[in-house]
């Protein structure tokens, strides 16, 4: 009650933070006179003078009428654009880190100017985030002109670039990419062994185009980087061939093998499908008989399982993935886009491979990973653009700490939004939209379809063809014609099915788009300029009568053939329409059949409306129904950011982890001499083995000397005679016994070094540094991983899983640092110096020695065997034949290590049995 009265008084936190900004609007357009007086020369001369002013101190706030002003003169110059007040209005609200809620047609690309130039200025670069490859490379090229015309450099980054491309790319003052590449290149960067491999120059200012697509529908998508890791496609494939003989349950506690939980995204076998599932695996052999699937040792066999059946009952075929050629390539569930070498993690993705028989490709280890949550929380300053924002507003608020800001239309919207449609069944859903298409293409009136799946969109394409009705798709197979079918999306009669939003970041113009025919013009050089201006008038012409008649007509007409999870999925798809003033209209046809009134609606409501015997093909429109679709898809948001948020508390233990890990990866790739590190690092190594062998606090006879020079030369060959020292030295104790070795590990070192040269050995101490700290962190990703699937088991414990996850991972990370330390010692210690003569004649000795183990098999006498032909030998007599011919010995499974025992059975250790010569 207070809160509205407040409001009423003073106006809400938006109203004032528009009145503000129109404060500023008339500075800049109070600048406008002057600046169109400017030579095309003066105007560019006017970035190298704000350049100054910012590095005399100035800040930006001080000069940001200025620059907008110069960016708006530009624009009208280079593009013939004249940025709107309500663009300039969208243009501040992005330069103070908010989110600026712009509706579709409002010209978001063009706002982007203004504070990437002002933040430009600093030199320390400017990253403007999109959300694919084609919109990077157009806005750098279309709004490009307006900053190289003021004289700053614009590059674009995508994927498969070369890398001097690149670093160019990210020098520049301002940097066109997608979300993706941006992250992926974060994390090479901190993959690198040399600064000149680096991309990034820091993060500093972003601007996030569908900023709500980004940070919300793709959070839970974390970027991984990853190799190889053990190969187990024979596995899948075995797997597989036994999912189809495990029975899902039609009821959650009903008969069957498995569970399929559409509203977590889940299965869940039965004790039941555990049984049955043992059954088939000790008939396939790969199960022991008597064994169970919950056994430590089967653990692979059950995460196998749970994968092959996630993939048959979760995972379907042109909606969450299509096959092209020998691959399985994965759909996004927002955008419908094809996500091109993007892959599931947890084998998933081997295991839909398997299903449908296409070939597998090994399972593959972390090498690095983020959430887009994190990476972009990286950012010293972030702001965002979208038409779909507000719903999500506390999200943005919580997660990011953005405050979204409600841009007000430049001219006021006309689109009529009509009631939703609810059918009892999809086919009769399927009819009513066939007669509305039919209904707006006799009139002329363009429609866009919108769908939610690429099967969906098949459907309703063939349906469409029956009846005669000419039509264009978009979905994840169309991919690179995207931008061409959207342009055209606006013609009178055009009728296009588009999967999802695809189709974000171009807009649909009524009567068409002329710009790709007017750009062929001016560039054929068969026509003179007279030509070329009498042909793009023809062109203009006839574009604007075709945009009267599909005004006349209504405008775009959208047609939503199902409600999505998010209402914000739902507005952008409305907002397609209607666009800077122009009619428009919309409306969704749902049936009881569609998987979100399925899952959320609920059984009571269907009952309700099959009770009131509405005949075959009317429609239900009542408030009962509008409030619990509502409520469903509140349901799912609360749900879904729920994730979002968990998803976040988990990772923020990891990103914490992270960012010591990669900012000591950064200092030593900085910094020209590690060696004082090294020191540093060795000494602690040091003092703790000692620790270990001679307690603190301890009285002598508690000391283990003779295993603490065990261990320094068998872990460090050093030699050190610390009983020696005790012997000579009783004023010795743990402190100064740790001092002496340290002191001699120290000087034993120098020497062995000291006919280096000082640039080559820090190169070498850096990257014996890297690969540790490298290798360690992959394990510790995959440590982590493990610890955080089965986490969730600590609650029975009656204990707080988060918290166990934060405890454990703390001691991973511990022991890591720890374990990295005493390898990167160990390692140092144990190196031999040569000369280049002594490697290359240990080469050739090497080389004339594995030539001479080729000829030659190697066996172990049976030992009563080899008993008889030592007492042969003393006694002078011939030896017994052997029983059998001996065999080589060859290896037939995995390879074996140094300190393995030798797979001959001897007892011994592989490199002192079969090993010394293999």
Known sequence: MLANVLKAIFGSRNDRLLKQYRKTVESINALEPAMEKLSDEALAAKTPELKARVAAGTPLEEILPEAFAVVRE???????????????????????????????????????????????????????????????????????????????????????????????????????????????????????????????RGLNYAIVDEVDSILIDEARTPLIISGQAEDSTDLYRRINALIPSLVKQEEEKGPGDYWVDLKQHNVTLSEEGHEHAEDLMVKAGLLPAGASLYDPANIMLMHHLYAGVRAHALYHRDQHYVVQGDEVVIVDEFTG????????????????????????????QTLASITFQNYFRLYAKLSGMTGTADTEAFEFSHIYNLETVLI?????????????????????????????????????????????????????????SKEGLPHQVLNAKQHAREAEIVTQAGRPRMVTIATNMAGRGTDIVLGGNPDPEIQRIKAD????????????AEVREAWQKLHNEVVAAGGLHIIGSERHESRRIDNQL?????????????????????????????????????????????????????????????????????????????????NDQRKVIYSQRNELLETSDITPTIAAIRSDVLAGIVREYVPPESVEEQWDLPGLERRLEADFFMAAPVKSWVEKDESLDAEKIAGRVIEQAAAEYEAKFAPIEKEVLHQYERSVMLQSIDSHWREH???????????????????????????????????????????????????????????????????????????????????????AQAAAEEAGEPAPAPAEPAQPFVRAGQKVGRNDPCPCGSGRKYKNCHGKLA
């Open 337 to 364: 886009r094809m996500m091109q070498g993007r892959r599931w993690s947890d084998g998933l993705h081997q295991a839909v491979e398997a299903k449908e028989g296409v070939a597998i490709k090994n399972e593959s």
């Open 574 to 654: 409305r907002g397609r329409a209607a666009r800077q003033g122009d009619p428009g209209s919309s409306r969704f046809f749902l049936s009881f059949e569609d998987p979100l009134l399925k899952i959320f609606a609920g059984e009571r409501l269907q009952a309700v409306m099959r009770s009131l015997k509405i005949p075959e093909g009317e429609a239900i429109e009542a408030k009962m129904v509008t409030r619990s679709i509502e409520n469903a898809q509140r349901k799912v948001e609360a749900r879904n950011f729920d994730i979002r948020k968990q998803l976040l508390e988990y990772d923020d233990v990891a």
């Open 74 to 200: 530009a624009g009208k110059r280079v593009l013939g654009m004249r940025h709107f007040d309500v663009q300039l209005v969208g243009g501040l609200a992005l330069h103070q880190g908010k989110i600026a809620e712009m509706r579709t047609g409002e010209g978001k690309t063009l706002v982007a100017t203004l504070p990437s130039y002002l933040n430009a200025l600093t030199g320390k670069g400017v990253h403007v985030v999109t959300v694919n490859d084609y919109l990077a490379r157009r806005d750098a090229e279309w709004m490009g002109r307006v900053h190289r015309f003021l004289g700053l450099t614009v590059g674009v980054v995508v994927p498969q670039m070369d890398p001097a491309e690149k670093q160019a790319a990210y020098k520049a003052d301002i940097t066109y990419g997608t979300n993706n590449e941006f992250g992926f290149d974060y994390l090479r960067d901190n993959m690198a062994t040399q600064v000149e491999e680096r991309f990034q």
């Open 781 to 867: 990703l995959s440590a982590l991983d493990y610890l955080r699937q089965g986490i969730h088991l600590r609650g029975y414990a009656q204990k707080q899983p988060k918290q166990e996850y934060k405890r454990e991972a703390f001691e991973l990370f511990s022991a890591m640092l720890d374990s990295i330390k005493r390898q990167v010692t160990q390692h140092l210690m144990a190196v031999q110096i040569r000369s280049q003569a002594e490697v290359e004649e240990a080469e050739r000795r090497a080389e004339e020695a594995a030539q001479a183990v080729r000829n030659v098999q190697y066996h172990h006498a049976d030992p009563d065997e080899a008993l």
């Open 408 to 464: 007000p239309t430049h001219r006021p919207m006309v689109r009529k939004d009509s009631n939703d449609q609810v059918f009892i069944t999809a086919k009769e859903k399927y009819q009513a939209i066939l007669n509305e298409v039919k209904a707006c293409h006799e009139k002329g009136q363009p429609v866009l379809l919108g769908t939610t799946s690429i099967e969906n969109s098949e459907l309703i394409s063939s349906m469409l």
């Open 525 to 536: 050089e068969s026509l003179d300029a007279s030509g070329k201006e009498r042909r793009i």
